[in-house]
């Protein structure tokens, strides 16, 4: 498995992305989707990973700075044919490791609520990231769980 910085317009990649904001509304209303599209994940506050085994993508992950300090997991995804095959954990692990670098402080997320979202709040909590409140440019969302992990 490599990790890699990536072109998230990539072919393989743009389809991954394309899957994800699918299911992302078909599951929220448009208001509780903050998923980023390609042209947002190319902005330049923001690190795009993918994770590849040979030539086969089994995931991705972006870091968005938000202040010197803070950092935000942005688009993590693994295949749906592809899971359960350590790639989520590893480009996690990459991301904290960038974060550490970078000096930020702490890491933040939103995703979806546990009923939906239940790997991934798992994923999260397994390496200390706690409920918080919203924070950056988001409102509180019955469709959103936002979690912090302090460096």
Do not use: N
Not at 106 to 134: D, Q
């Amino acid at each position: 498995m490599r990790i890699e910085l990536d072109d998230p317009a990539r072919p393989d990649v743009l389809a991954l992305l394309e899957e994800h904001l699918r299911d992302m509304h078909a599951i929220s209303p448009p208001e509780s989707v903050h998923a980023l599209d390609v042209a947002r994940l190319k902005a330049p506050d923001i690190s795009f990973w993918t994770v590849r085994d040979g030539d086969e993508l089994l995931g991705c992950g972006a870091l968005k700075e938000l202040d010197p300090g803070h950092g935000e997991l942005k688009s993590m995804r693994t295949p749906s044919t592809g899971r359960r095959r350590g790639a989520g954990r590893a480009v996690l692990a990459h991301m904290l490791g960038e974060a550490h670098k970078r000096g930020y402080r702490r890491v933040s997320l939103e995703t979806g609520p546990v009923a939906t979202f239940l790997a991934a709040h798992k994923l999260y909590e397994s390496v200390g990231f706690r409920p918080c409140g919203p924070f950056g440019d988001y409102r509180p969302d019955p469709h959103s769980v936002f979690m912090t992990l302090e460096l």
